[in-house]
């Protein structure tokens, strides 16, 4: 479907037809636009750090949406002048010094959103955690409880963390130093200050452990990410995840790093390192079966003089663990049994940037995605997106940037027709509102718009 499936919401289709979309959040946006330092320090050890935001204004031709733009896959959403929403969010934290070493830290992050294409509707709450570092046992080691985020590799141009595995109640370790490696640690349960009614009747339980900075070869860093999840479930099995991570810096050429990801998942784990398919009232999700997952990845970041960019390669394939066994009931009693479906979400994409002036670069992002299900036709759908922009560098991740975009999208007729089913209205099946694409056969759209995006 073409969707940003990464979080369940109950968003409103705010993205459809010719709206001229412009909030008070934009304005805050814009009047954040010289905000470029690390963090920004209040005093008595009260700071703000890991901001980001962005919002805009966007527009399409009638009936058809402003953004969202994909089949559906983790790795297809290519966000540039494809979001359409708006977003602030920043860490607040307090460090009290105890001396010797010795240190305590509160951290809150509170975000508001607006959209449709990932994200709570509203105002809520990212990580509110205790963290405590320069315990005599271990004084690299950094122990904490509570909700954190705990991103550890992304991709940006597709707006997808492959390894992100925080996001609920629970307590851990980070950063304990083995010597060839550092050991992170974490113990969790289905909760978050999110939930409001989430399903714990499947009384979920994971642990997560992570192995980082191990060098294997100049310039070249191994990480692995495991996931164990038991419980009783409502469907499904428990499950668990690998992932296997190559960061290798100056590849074939000084400035170009690659970045290689081989991860695989089965049953009520998913491919970051998180829960999958428990069910969440707060987000209108069901319980769902587990997912057999598997996808490589291999992503590419450059900057050479004003030449900067980002791309992407990736296969995944995936289906519901057991053909026949029963993955959902519905407020009927009505039952559906997984299909045992082999599915294979294929990407192809870049973002390149070219800087004229020191405060004027131009963006271009190109990308190609595919669905193909076993028995049924392929899905195809191309997207390119021009955006001259503002920025306050020539740097491809320089930010705050102002674009002014304008995006064509089209696929094919098989992708108009498999959406068609599910998207005779708008649809909120998942974290986004989708394209109507089999309306009256049309397979192609064109958007623009104005939209900043800014962190720190």
């Known amino acids: 479907m073409i969707q940003n499936l990464?979080?369940?919401?109950?968003?409103?289709?705010?993205?459809?037809?010719?709206?001229?979309?412009?909030?008070?959040?934009?304005?805050?946006l814009l009047a954040s636009a010289s905000m470029s330092a690390l963090a920004i320090d209040i005093g008595n050890g009260l700071e703000l750090t890991n901001a980001y935001m962005r919002g805009g204004a966007y527009t399409a031709q009638s009936g058809m949406a402003?953004?969202?733009?994909?089949?559906?896959?983790?790795?297809?959403?290519?966000?540039?002048?494809?979001?359409g929403d708006e977003v602030f969010e920043v860490l607040i934290?307090?460090?009290?010094?105890?001396?010797?070493?010795?240190?305590w830290k509160l951290g809150y992050m509170p975000q508001t959103?607006?959209?449709n294409t990932g994200g709570v509707n509203g105002y809520n709450t990212q990580q509110a955690y205790v963290e405590m570092t320069g315990l005599d046992i271990a004084p690299e080691a950094k122990f904490w409880g509570g909700q954190r985020r705990l991103r550890i590799q992304d991709v940006h141009i597709v707006d997808n963390f492959l390894m992100d595995y925080g996001m609920n109640y629970g307590a851990g370790m980070t950063d304990l130093n083995l010597?060839?490696?550092?050991?992170?640690?974490?113990?969790?349960?289905?909760?978050?200050?999110?939930?409001?009614?989430?399903?714990?009747?499947?009384?979920?339980?994971?642990?997560?452990?992570d192995l980082s900075e191990i060098h294997t070869n100049p310039d070249g860093v191994v990480r692995l990410l495991s996931t164990v999840v038991s419980g009783n479930f409502a469907y499904g099995k428990p499950g668990g995840m690998l992932t296997l991570s190559h960061n290798q810096s100056n590849f074939m050429m000084p400035g170009l790093t690659n970045s290689l990801f081989l991860q695989t998942s089965t049953g009520h784990a998913n491919l970051q390192g998180q829960f999958e398919g428990l069910g969440d009232a707060k987000f209108g999700g069901t319980n769902l079966p587990g997912?057999?997952?598997?996808?490589?990845?291999?992503?590419?970041?450059?900057?050479?003089?004003?030449?900067?960019?980002?791309?992407?390669i990736g296969l995944e394939n995936w289906s519901n663990q057991e053909a026949g066994v029963a993955t959902s009931v519905d407020s009927n009693g009505i039952v559906t049994s997984g299909d045992g479906?082999?599915?294979?979400?294929?990407?192809?994409?870049?973002?390149?940037?070219?800087?004229?002036?020191n405060n004027f670069k131009l963006l271009l992002e190109a990308a190609n995605t595919s669905r193909a299900t076993d028995g049924q036709a392929t899905q195809n759908l191309n997207k390119i997106t021009f955006a001259p922009t503002l920025s306050l560098g020539r740097d491809f991740w320089s930010r705050p940037e102002m674009r002014f975009y304008v995006t064509h999208?089209?696929?094919?007729?098989?992708?108009?027709?498999?959406?068609?089913t599910l998207n005779g209205t708008s649809i909120n099946n998942g974290s986004s509102t989708g394209t109507n694409l089999g309306k009256l056969g049309v397979t192609s759209a064109n958007t623009a718009g104005i939209q900043i995006e800014g962190w720190f």
């Not at 983790?74 to 002048?81: K, P």
């Not at 934290?93 to 240190?103: A, N, Y």
């Not at 057999?292 to 791309?311: E, P, Y």
């Not at 089209?410 to 959406?419: D, F």
């Open 6 to 28: 990464k979080q369940k919401n109950n968003s409103r289709n705010s993205g459809r037809g010719t709206k001229f979309l412009l909030s008070p959040l934009t304005a805050l």
């Open 179 to 209: 010597g060839p490696a550092k050991l992170g640690v974490g113990v969790f349960n289905s909760g978050s200050s999110n939930s409001n009614g989430s399903n714990l009747a499947n009384n979920a339980r994971r642990i997560n452990v």
């Open 66 to 83: 402003t953004s969202g733009y994909q089949l559906g896959g983790e790795l297809q959403h290519f966000r540039l002048g494809n979001e």
């Open 341 to 357: 479906v082999n599915n294979r979400d294929f990407t192809l994409g870049g973002r390149v940037s070219y800087a004229l002036t």
């Open 291 to 312: 997912v057999k997952r598997t996808r490589i990845a291999d992503s590419i970041a450059w900057q050479a003089g004003n030449f900067g960019g980002q791309a992407i």
């Open 93 to 103: 934290t307090e460090t009290v010094d105890l001396g010797g070493g010795v240190k």
């Open 409 to 420: 999208a089209n696929w094919n007729q098989a992708a108009a027709s498999g959406n068609a």
């Open 113 to 115: 959103y607006s959209g």
